[in-house]
Structure formats: structure tokens, C-alpha cells
């Protein structure tokens, strides 16, 4: 079956290191990745969207790395702050709409 | 331009009784979702809109799950009866056919669902 697999324990790191998620899929040929940030009580909001024939994509300090032979997307922020803690989610898509993992929360300690 | 609004932000019903949910996504979207979270999961879609039409209602419990779109614009998703694993947060997004591909779903605040 489909599955899609992000880190569930959290991720604590300091302020001005780079955070590293990890998203991982298995039986799934998605045309596209997207990651969206979620804040307690709030509803998903779309940071990134990176296409199967892409490898890399930047915004600002965010970067989506694409591997689609190892199946999996590594998300990065780099120069974290505090302000960057939250939910981080993954999704894919084919023809469907987006199927999302369970997200990692992300702690950044100033 | 105004995003995706939900309305009740919270409810607090009795299993076995019934409730419902109200989206109105951004003007022009086409395209209308509802998602399930159950809290520490990730969104679970319930069903797809495509103006007043349903793309995918795979995963909606039909048993005790309704939802509709008349004229193409806002939405209301039904539950009836509750369940006590119905208590969740019910999440409506939209977008636009040009946006597939490009870029991704804007999301209401939810409605949290409590079932006691």
C-alpha cells in the first residue's frame, strides 16, 4: 500500500543551525512534492512545491531536495529561528489530490 | 484577496447527533477539498469538488458522511450520527485548475470537531 513517512519524533535544534526534515514514500510515483508548514490551531500553509523532473527548488531560507530514485524529499531551513517552529508536512500528488504524512514538529531554542 | 473561510471554529456534540460544517473557499477556485486531521496524523482527504461536481469521494464514510456544492461556490460537509471517532479537525482547501502543478492548496482554519 502507499505510504508516506515523516519523522515523528520532534526536532529540537538552535537558533541559527540549519533544520533537516525527511520525507520518505514508498509505492508512489508522484508528479509533484509539496511541503506546508501547520501552527497549532491552524490550518495547513504551502511553503514549497518541487515537480518529479526537478531536483532541487530554493525560497528565501527554505530548500526541497527531490530524489525520486531513493523515493524520498529532504526539507531544509537554514538560519532557523525561533519563529520557524512548527508542524512541517509532506504531500504528494499524482492524478489525486495531495496525500500527506503525518508531519515532524520542529522546536527551534533560541 | 480573502482565504478560505470555516465556520463553526469549534463544536461539541453528543455521539449519535448530528452537525455540520461550512466552507466557502477563495473566489474563483474551482476546485474544493475536504480533508479529515485527527490530531498527531496528517490531513486525510474526504472529498473532492470540481465546481459542483465530485472528483473523489473514495474515502468518505457514505454511511454516515455527506457532503455538497450546489452551485459551485461554498460547501457544507454533513455528519450524521457521530461517531465518537469523528471528533477531528475538519480542514477545507481550494484552488484554482491553473494552480495544479504550479502551486499548492490554501487552507481554512478547520473546524474542530469534539464527539463526547
Known amino acids: 500500500s502507499q505510504k508516506i513517512e515523516q519523522n515523528s519524533e520532534a526536532l529540537n535544534i538552535q537558533e541559527g543551525k540549519t533544520a533537516t526534515l525527511t520525507c520518505n514514500y514508498t509505492?508512489?510515483?508522484?508528479?509533484?512534492l509539496q511541503w506546508y508548514r501547520q501552527d497549532p490551531g491552524r490550518g495547513p500553509v504551502f511553503l514549497l512545491l518541487?515537480?518529479?523532473?526537478?531536483k532541487e527548488k530554493r525560497k528565501e531560507r527554505l530548500k526541497v531536495t527531490f530524489d525520486t530514485t531513493l523515493k524520498q524529499s529532504l526539507f531544509h531551513i537554514t538560519a532557523s529561528q525561533p519563529a520557524d517552529s512548527a508542524t512541517y508536512l509532506c504531500?504528494?500528488?499524482?492524478?489525486?489530490?495531495?496525500?500527506f504524512g503525518s508531519g515532524t514538529r520542529l522546536q527551534v531554542q533560541p | 484577496e480573502a482565504g478560505v473561510a470555516q465556520s463553526p471554529r469549534y463544536k461539541i456534540i453528543e455521539k449519535r447527533q448530528s452537525v455540520a460544517f461550512w466552507c466557502n473557499p477563495i473566489?474563483?477556485?474551482?476546485?474544493l477539498y475536504w480533508y479529515q486531521q485527527i490530531l498527531g496524523q496528517g490531513p486525510k482527504l474526504l472529498i473532492q469538488?470540481?465546481?459542483?461536481?465530485?472528483?473523489?469521494d473514495s474515502q468518505l464514510p457514505k454511511d454516515r458522511f455527506s457532503a455538497e456544492r450546489l452551485k459551485g461556490v461554498d460547501s457544507t460537509l454533513k455528519i450524521q450520527p457521530a461517531k465518537l471517532e469523528d471528533s477531528a479537525v475538519y480542514l477545507c482547501?481550494?484552488?484554482?485548475?491553473?494552480?495544479?502543478?504550479?502551486?499548492?492548496?490554501?487552507f481554512g482554519s478547520g473546524t474542530r470537531l469534539t464527539v463526547v
Open positions: 504531500a504528494l500528488s499524482g492524478r489525486r489530490a495531495l496525500t
Open positions: 482547501a481550494s484552488r484554482t485548475a491553473r494552480d495544479r502543478g504550479n502551486y499548492g492548496y490554501t
Open positions: 473566489s474563483g477556485h474551482a476546485t
Open positions: 509505492n508512489y510515483s508522484p508528479a509533484y
Open positions: 469538488f470540481q465546481n459542483n461536481g465530485v472528483v473523489d
Open positions: 518541487i515537480r518529479e523532473n526537478e
